[in-house]
């Protein structure tokens, strides 16, 4: 079975700082995906990143960035220079392939608070 | 712009009485997913469709049900609903299977 731990329930940064969530994941799967989603207060889920098991490349994009290393299983989120904005719940998730789906496994979820 | 939406955004119902969540999707996706997500706990997939094939997880209690009768809506049905089931309820498409899930803003249960 897989499995998402996010071991930092909740974290504060004061506004500006860097912040880095971690995420390590367990699977017997060789092809995967691996995915980051946002969830602001309102409660929709917002797409971050997807990154396929093949792809250890590390991605960029504006303020965010992504470290994947298969060979400590971690897919580790950083947010630059943080803003108010940024205070969420962030969810790593793992999916595996089924018979005409991707099952999505969550992880529990971090909680960011960006303080002014 | 293209997107999920999900009504109502809040819902309140009583004890044992039926309940009905609705999804509408203007992406074209061919596959529709219900999610549960209790209070600080991540999302749990209860069924998708693809298409018009209704795939059930295996832990989904049988008070859940599901119908999709066109590829733009999928019905959430909660047939006797309990306390327990008080929680926010995540519709999810994607283009085909191997896709990226796109989430809708949820439906927030109350069951008094």
């Known amino acids: 079975a897989q499995k998402v731990t996010q071991a930092q329930t909740e974290i504060s940064v004061v506004e500006k700082e860097d912040v880095t969530l971690d995420c390590v994941y367990e699977t017997r799967d060789t092809t995967y995906y691996l995915f980051w989603y946002k969830q602001p207060p309102s409660g929709e889920l917002v797409f971050l990143i997807r990154?396929?098991?093949?792809?250890?490349q590390n991605e960029i994009s504006g303020r965010y960035s992504w470290n994947f290393q298969k060979s400590t299983s971690s897919f580790n989120f950083t947010i630059t220079a943080s803003q108010v904005v940024d205070s969420a719940v962030y969810f790593c998730a793992l999916s595996e392939a089924r018979r005409g789906y991707q099952k999505v496994t969550f992880g529990i979820g971090t909680k960011l608070q960006v303080i002014p | 712009d293209a997107m999920v939406i999900q009504n109502p955004r809040y819902q309140v119902t009583q004890f044992g009485k039926p309940v009905t969540l609705s999804c509408s999707q203007t992406l074209n996706h061919n596959v529709m997913y219900w999610y549960q997500q209790k209070s600080s706990q991540a999302p749990k997939l209860l069924f998708h469709y693809y298409d018009k094939d209704f795939n059930n997880e295996a832990d989904t209690p049988d008070n859940f049900q599901s119908r999709r009768p066109n590829t733009s809506f999928c019905f959430l049905d909660i047939r006797s609903p309990g306390l327990g089931d008080a929680a926010m309820y995540l519709c999810?498409?994607?283009?085909?299977?191997?896709?990226?899930?796109?989430f809708g803003p949820g439906t927030r249960l109350l069951v008094l």
């Open positions: 990154r396929n098991s093949f792809d250890e």
């Open positions: 999810a498409t994607s283009r085909d299977g191997q896709e990226t899930q796109y």
